[in-house]
């Protein structure tokens, strides 16, 4: 009868190492899908409009023109924030095409942010970098009544995080210099670009945009 009961304990203990193998492999699979999808998700509220930024079209007066206009919102919103100006201009002017986008233009959205803002938005395609290629999408993005409205909504997402992330860009708001800042950004996933960091920094380097900060 002893004999018995130790045979019973022994398939008792292999089963539930078996059990135990089993149940972390499904919370394994879980936790891929579920960074996955938070991965999905934050390009989506936060995927900006990436466009080459044809120099020939833009003369140097209309550049300095929309820094001119930009730069006392992105100064006064690192007072209140701490996210550098020369950061925000230059996403501004990357992501905009200094201001001259459709989305730019139409919607007041010079960040690219998507969704809705004051239940407005307005749909355009748009380039995502997914599975190490560019993809044009449509997509629907915050429309503002102003390019200030379209700042202040900009450093918002920043200070209070996505829906699953509240500290999402809490690096980026306690860098105190633009290279710390962009690449801090990057990592946040705030673009599908992958060269998204060194892009800002181009531009923050050749317009000076660090004077600002």
Known sequence: ???????????????????????????LVFVVFLSIIIGKLSQEEAAPVITEV??????AEKKQTFIKKISPIAKKNQEDSGLLASVSMAQA?????????????????????????KKQSIKYPTQEFENDEWITVEA??????????SMNDH????????????????????????KKGTMALQKA????????????VSVIEKYKLMEYD
């Not at 018995?4 to 135990?20: E, G, N, V």
């Not at 996933?189 to 800002?200: E, N």
């Open 93 to 117: 002017i990357l992501e905009s095409d200094w201001g001259t986008s459709d989305l730019a233009v139409e919607g007041k959205n010079l960040f690219g942010i998507k969704g809705q803002y």
């Open 140 to 149: 629907a993005f915050r429309k503002y009544s102003s390019w200030e409205e």
């Open 189 to 200: 996933g705030y673009a599908t670009d992958p060269d998204y960091a060194d892009k800002l």
């Open 155 to 178: 450093v918002k997402l920043f200070k209070e995080g996505t829906t699953w992330n509240a500290n999402q860009y809490k690096e980026v708001l306690v860098a105190k210099d633009y």
């Open 1 to 27: 009868m002893g004999g018995k009961m130790i045979i019973k304990t022994k398939k008792s203990k292999k089963k539930k190492r078996q059990d135990l193998i089993i149940t972390g492999i499904v919370c």
């Open 54 to 59: 044809d120099e020939a079209k833009i003369t």
